[in-house]
């Protein structure tokens, strides 16, 4: 009997969450409409870093997916197909598929509360009246998951709030988004490769 233990205990032996794998998501809306807009910038990131890493999405499940090495850890890009609205739902999906650890989990955003131009990295948080981690904090019943805040600001008249989240980038921000971007694009190798604190001390300045 020692042996059929042996061969089924290897076969349905809970395979342990790779410490090493990053969920990196990043939130938009799917649809040509949609690119180019303030609150695509999260899928404008992980577009910029997968450029830079030279691999290319994959449609999947809830989603379009990305992945690559960097210093030895696996950063698996994710860009939600389910809209802003029910984000949760895919990085939840991914994240279990995945075997992410909370802390592992990164997700990218556009932020009404920080001025163009602010990028800031935080360890948890409200969801600051933005619907996608609003979903994302009822699908894992907490909001104690990293996050990086990309600066939009408020510079629209009362009342025109979703005109401005939803608009296309104006000219002076256009010029300085591949900055931003690449910016961005650093921080979130840097969570993986030194670990959120000393991200925060490097780049939340």
Same mark, same amino acid.
């Not at 910029?48 to 809830?62: G, I, N, P, R, T």
């Not at 009822?138 to 998951?145: E, I």
């Given at each position: 009997?020692?042996?059929?233990?042996?061969?089924?205990?290897?076969?349905?032996?809970?395979?342990?969450?790779?410490?090493?794998?990053?969920? @990196?998501?990043? @939130?938009?809306?799917?649809?040509?409409?949609?690119?180019?807009?303030?609150?695509?910038?999260?899928?404008?990131?992980?577009?910029?870093?997968?450029?830079?890493?030279?691999?290319?999405?994959?449609?999947?499940?809830?989603?379009?997916?990305?992945?690559?090495?960097?210093?030895?850890?696996?950063?698996?890009?994710?860009?939600?197909?389910?809209?802003?609205?029910?984000?949760?739902?895919?990085?939840?999906?991914?994240?279990?598929?995945?075997?992410?650890?909370?802390?592992?989990?990164?997700?990218?955003?556009?932020?009404?509360?920080?001025?163009?131009?602010?990028?800031?990295?935080?360890?948890?948080?409200?969801?600051?009246?933005?619907?996608?981690?609003?979903?994302?904090?009822?699908?894992?019943?907490?909001?104690?998951?990293?996050?990086?805040?990309?600066?939009?600001?408020?510079?629209?008249?009362?009342?025109?709030?979703?005109?401005?989240?939803?608009?296309?980038?104006?000219?002076?921000?256009?010029?300085?988004?591949?900055?931003?971007?690449?910016?961005?694009?650093?921080?979130?190798?840097?969570?993986?490769?030194?670990?959120?604190?000393?991200?925060?001390?490097?780049?939340?300045?």
């Amino acid at each position: 009997m020692k042996w059929l233990n042996k061969i089924f205990g290897n076969i349905f032996k809970k395979e342990e969450p790779d410490p090493m794998k990053y969920l @990196i998501v990043g @939130i938009g809306n799917m649809g040509d409409e949609y690119d180019e807009t303030r609150h695509n910038v999260g899928f404008e990131i992980l577009d910029k870093l997968a450029k830079e890493q030279e691999v290319s999405f994959k449609s999947a499940m809830l989603g379009d997916i990305a992945q690559f090495k960097h210093k030895g850890r696996t950063f698996i890009l994710l860009k939600p197909s389910t809209y802003v609205n029910l984000s949760g739902k895919a990085v939840r999906h991914w994240a279990t598929k995945e075997k992410i650890i909370t802390t592992n989990l990164l997700i990218v955003l556009d932020d009404l509360n920080l001025d163009f131009g602010v990028v800031r990295i935080k360890p948890k948080g409200s969801d600051g009246g933005h619907n996608g981690l609003k979903s994302i904090d009822q699908a894992f019943g907490t909001n104690k998951y990293a996050r990086l805040r990309f600066g939009i600001g408020k510079n629209f008249p009362r009342g025109r709030q979703v005109e401005h989240v939803l608009g296309k980038w104006n000219n002076d921000e256009y010029s300085e988004l591949p900055e931003l971007l690449q910016k961005s694009a650093d921080i979130v190798k840097s969570f993986g490769a030194i670990g959120l604190t000393h991200t925060m001390n490097q780049f939340n300045k």
